[in-house]
Protein backbone atom coordinates (compact mmCIF):
# COMPACT_ATOMS: atom_id res chain seq x y z
CA UNK A 1 0.00 0.00 0.00
CA UNK A 2 1.67 3.31 -1.01
CA UNK A 3 1.67 6.35 1.48
CA UNK A 4 -1.00 8.09 2.46
CA UNK A 5 -1.43 11.94 2.44
CA UNK A 6 -3.01 13.11 5.36
CA UNK A 7 -4.10 16.77 6.12
CA UNK A 8 -4.15 17.81 9.69
CA UNK A 9 -6.46 20.46 10.07
CA UNK A 10 -7.21 22.99 13.25
CA UNK A 11 -10.54 24.38 13.08
CA UNK A 12 -10.97 28.02 11.91
CA UNK A 13 -11.57 30.70 14.08
CA UNK A 14 -14.73 30.08 16.30
CA UNK A 15 -17.00 32.91 18.12
CA UNK A 16 -15.10 34.15 21.12
CA UNK A 17 -15.14 31.44 24.42
CA UNK A 18 -16.78 34.72 26.42
CA UNK A 19 -19.30 35.34 23.65
CA UNK A 20 -21.16 32.06 23.46
CA UNK A 21 -23.46 30.70 26.33
CA UNK A 22 -24.31 27.41 24.58
CA UNK A 23 -21.75 24.35 25.15
CA UNK A 24 -18.55 24.73 23.96
CA UNK A 25 -18.85 21.64 21.44
CA UNK A 26 -21.76 23.75 19.62
CA UNK A 27 -19.75 26.70 19.48
CA UNK A 28 -19.61 27.81 15.65
CA UNK A 29 -17.24 29.22 13.31
CA UNK A 30 -17.14 33.29 12.96
CA UNK A 31 -17.57 35.11 9.91
CA UNK A 32 -13.79 35.21 9.67
CA UNK A 33 -13.85 31.08 10.39
CA UNK A 34 -16.03 30.67 7.94
CA UNK A 35 -13.75 32.89 5.05
CA UNK A 36 -11.02 30.39 6.22
CA UNK A 37 -13.12 27.38 5.48
CA UNK A 38 -13.74 28.65 1.93
CA UNK A 39 -10.08 29.49 1.38
CA UNK A 40 -9.62 25.95 3.01
CA UNK A 41 -11.60 24.14 0.13
CA UNK A 42 -9.39 26.11 -2.25
CA UNK A 43 -6.31 25.73 -1.22
CA UNK A 44 -6.81 21.57 -0.77
CA UNK A 45 -7.90 21.48 -4.72
CA UNK A 46 -5.22 19.78 -5.43
CA UNK A 47 -4.64 16.57 -4.90
CA UNK A 48 -8.61 16.97 -3.06
CA UNK A 49 -9.03 15.56 0.01
CA UNK A 50 -11.31 12.14 -0.60
CA UNK A 51 -12.16 11.17 3.33
CA UNK A 52 -12.98 14.43 5.95
CA UNK A 53 -12.51 13.25 9.77
CA UNK A 54 -13.36 15.54 12.35
CA UNK A 55 -13.58 16.27 16.37
CA UNK A 56 -17.38 16.08 16.89
CA UNK A 57 -17.43 19.54 17.56
CA UNK A 58 -19.54 22.38 15.53
CA UNK A 59 -16.47 24.34 14.21
CA UNK A 60 -14.62 21.31 13.34
CA UNK A 61 -16.83 19.72 11.52
CA UNK A 62 -18.22 23.47 9.53
CA UNK A 63 -13.69 23.98 8.79
CA UNK A 64 -14.41 20.98 6.72
CA UNK A 65 -18.17 21.55 5.10
CA UNK A 66 -16.83 23.59 2.13
CA UNK A 67 -13.70 21.36 1.39
CA UNK A 68 -15.92 17.74 1.73
CA UNK A 69 -18.72 19.76 -0.71
CA UNK A 70 -16.12 20.40 -3.02
CA UNK A 71 -15.28 16.46 -3.40
CA UNK A 72 -18.80 15.21 -2.73
CA UNK A 73 -17.82 13.69 0.46
CA UNK A 74 -19.38 13.93 4.29
CA UNK A 75 -17.74 15.04 7.10
CA UNK A 76 -17.47 12.03 9.79
CA UNK A 77 -16.81 12.22 13.49
CA UNK A 78 -13.54 10.81 15.05
CA UNK A 79 -13.67 11.00 18.46
CA UNK A 80 -9.61 10.26 19.00
CA UNK A 81 -9.82 14.19 17.29
CA UNK A 82 -11.60 15.46 20.24
CA UNK A 83 -10.27 18.50 22.63
CA UNK A 84 -8.16 16.37 25.29
CA UNK A 85 -10.27 16.11 27.86
CA UNK A 86 -9.13 17.40 31.49
CA UNK A 87 -8.59 13.78 32.32
CA UNK A 88 -5.99 12.77 29.64
CA UNK A 89 -3.31 14.82 31.50
CA UNK A 90 -1.31 12.38 31.42
CA UNK A 91 1.35 12.09 28.71
CA UNK A 92 1.76 8.38 28.28
CA UNK A 93 -2.18 8.39 27.90
CA UNK A 94 -1.53 11.32 25.21
CA UNK A 95 0.57 9.58 23.08
CA UNK A 96 -1.30 6.20 23.03
CA UNK A 97 -4.52 7.91 21.86
CA UNK A 98 -2.93 9.59 18.64
CA UNK A 99 -0.72 7.04 18.27
CA UNK A 100 -4.39 5.03 17.87
CA UNK A 101 -5.49 8.43 15.51
CA UNK A 102 -2.61 7.76 13.58
CA UNK A 103 -3.59 3.78 12.70
CA UNK A 104 -7.04 5.19 12.01
CA UNK A 105 -5.99 8.25 9.85
CA UNK A 106 -3.77 5.05 7.85
CA UNK A 107 -6.71 2.61 7.72
CA UNK A 108 -9.24 4.94 5.88
CA UNK A 109 -9.93 3.70 2.50
CA UNK A 110 -7.79 4.79 -0.48
CA UNK A 111 -6.90 8.64 -1.10
CA UNK A 112 -6.19 11.92 0.86
CA UNK A 113 -7.46 12.63 4.13
CA UNK A 114 -8.40 15.78 5.81
CA UNK A 115 -8.35 15.43 9.87
CA UNK A 116 -9.44 18.73 11.86
CA UNK A 117 -8.81 18.92 15.50
CA UNK A 118 -8.11 21.61 17.95
CA UNK A 119 -4.94 23.51 19.01
CA UNK A 120 -3.96 21.23 22.31
CA UNK A 121 -4.29 18.16 20.25
CA UNK A 122 -2.27 18.80 17.30
CA UNK A 123 1.01 19.52 18.99
CA UNK A 124 0.34 16.22 20.67
CA UNK A 125 -0.09 14.63 17.73
CA UNK A 126 2.69 16.03 15.83
CA UNK A 127 5.37 15.07 18.93
CA UNK A 128 3.90 11.55 18.65
CA UNK A 129 4.81 11.67 14.65
CA UNK A 130 8.32 11.63 15.89
CA UNK A 131 8.10 15.94 13.83
CA UNK A 132 10.45 17.90 16.47
CA UNK A 133 11.08 22.10 16.41
CA UNK A 134 8.70 24.95 16.32
CA UNK A 135 5.35 22.76 15.74
CA UNK A 136 2.83 26.33 14.79
CA UNK A 137 -1.11 25.38 15.20
CA UNK A 138 -3.15 28.55 14.15
CA UNK A 139 -6.46 28.53 13.54
CA UNK A 140 -6.81 27.05 9.99
CA UNK A 141 -3.40 26.18 9.66
CA UNK A 142 -2.37 22.94 7.98
CA UNK A 143 0.15 20.19 8.56
CA UNK A 144 0.77 17.48 5.69
CA UNK A 145 1.76 14.21 6.76
CA UNK A 146 2.79 11.28 4.84
CA UNK A 147 1.83 7.74 6.76
CA UNK A 148 2.42 4.26 5.82
CA UNK A 149 0.08 1.52 6.21
CA UNK A 150 0.34 0.85 9.88
CA UNK A 151 -0.10 4.51 10.75
CA UNK A 152 4.72 5.30 10.67
CA UNK A 153 4.65 9.17 9.72
CA UNK A 154 7.00 8.72 7.07
CA UNK A 155 7.16 12.96 6.58
CA UNK A 156 5.40 16.19 8.13
CA UNK A 157 5.62 20.01 6.96
CA UNK A 158 3.47 22.65 7.87
CA UNK A 159 1.66 24.29 5.05
CA UNK A 160 0.63 27.57 6.28
CA UNK A 161 -2.97 29.00 7.14
CA UNK A 162 -5.61 28.90 4.64
CA UNK A 163 -7.37 32.45 4.25
CA UNK A 164 -3.32 33.79 4.55
CA UNK A 165 -2.27 35.58 1.16
Known amino acids: MPDRTVYIVRHA ?16 LSLRGWQQAAALAEWLADPAPMH ?16 AHRGAGTVVDEPL ?9 TEGVLQVRMRRLLRVLAQVEAGPVAACSHGDTIPVLLRVSGITGELPCPKGGVWELRLDAQGGVRSGRFLGRAGDT
Request: aromatic share 4%.
Open 13 to 28: SAVARDAWSGPDALRP
Open 52 to 67: FLSSPTVRCRDTLVPV
Open 81 to 89: LADLAEAEV
